[in-house]
């Protein structure tokens, strides 16, 4: 377990605007833990389908892996999987090659740093992206679903987990306000809540729950379906 997240403690404005730099590497694990409902939820869900679509001498995709959480889940799901866990942090990469020494050792697991634009994927079984699509600009975001779903081989899963918005603006205002409860009973204070929405500003943006299930559907997958719902995220599978 790394640090406890303090990043934005009495007014500290050193991650504006926020990037997944070494500084939130050693935090990210509480960060993520105490800003996102249901998130050990979505870990289980991802051992749980890695388990039954996983299929023998093909690949499985972690796509903008952090430290790793997902592929974990991953390996721990799927009989003897090969997993490629992609990032573009360098800070981020560097841990899980610390963290995963043994699986990487054993051929189970490889790390890549790279750009997931620009990443080959190919011979897929299973793709994950968890809290990652939102970082993208939006004019990538067809592209990649794209290249995935290319990339799957018939009866393939992409795990997709997601923050959302709402078209209904009372529904978003409520749901904010549950929401920044939810990191205030996790220890956050207001300044913190605050600066970290500060920091996310223009970088983090979300779309609509529709907005992913017709993604997918445009993109040429057939089935669709919402598994996971915890306050405004979102966990989806879709099936090619």
Do not use: W
């Not at 993520?32 to 050990?40: E, F, N, Q």
């Not at 869900?45 to 690949?59: A, E, F, H």
């Not at 978003?172 to 956050?188: C, D, M, P, Q």
């Amino acid at each position: 377990m790394g640090k406890q997240d303090n990043i934005y403690e009495a007014g500290n404005l050193s991650g504006l605007p926020f990037t997944f730099n070494q500084e939130v590497a050693e935090v990210f694990e509480d960060m993520i833990d105490r800003s996102v409902p249901g998130y050990k939820t979505s870990l289980n869900i991802i051992r749980y389908l890695s388990k039954k679509y996983y299929q023998i001498n093909t690949n499985c995709y972690d796509i903008g892996c952090s430290l790793g959480a997902s592929s974990a889940s991953i390996l721990d799901g799927a009989s003897s999987p090969k997993v490629i866990a992609i990032d573009n942090s360098e800070a981020m990469i560097d841990e899980c090659m610390r963290r995963f020494k043994s699986q990487i050792d054993s051929k189970f697991i490889q790390f890549r740093s790279e750009d997931i634009m620009q990443s080959k994927l190919e011979n897929a079984s299973v793709v994950v992206i968890n809290y990652v699509i939102q970082f993208l600009d939006l004019g990538q975001r067809d592209e990649l679903i794209k290249k995935i779903y290319h990339s799957l081989i018939p009866g393939g899963i992409l795990i997709l987990s997601e923050k959302v918005h709402f078209t209904n603006r009372f529904e978003t205002n409520r749901i904010y306000k549950t929401h920044h409860s939810f990191k205030a009973l996790n220890g956050y204070s207001e300044m913190e809540i605050a600066g970290k929405r500060d920091s996310l500003e223009g970088v983090l943006i979300t779309e609509t729950e529709n907005d992913h299930l017709e993604r997918a559907i445009n993109c040429g997958f057939t089935r669709s379906e919402k598994i996971l719902s915890n306050l405004n995220f979102r966990t989806f599978k879709f099936i090619k």
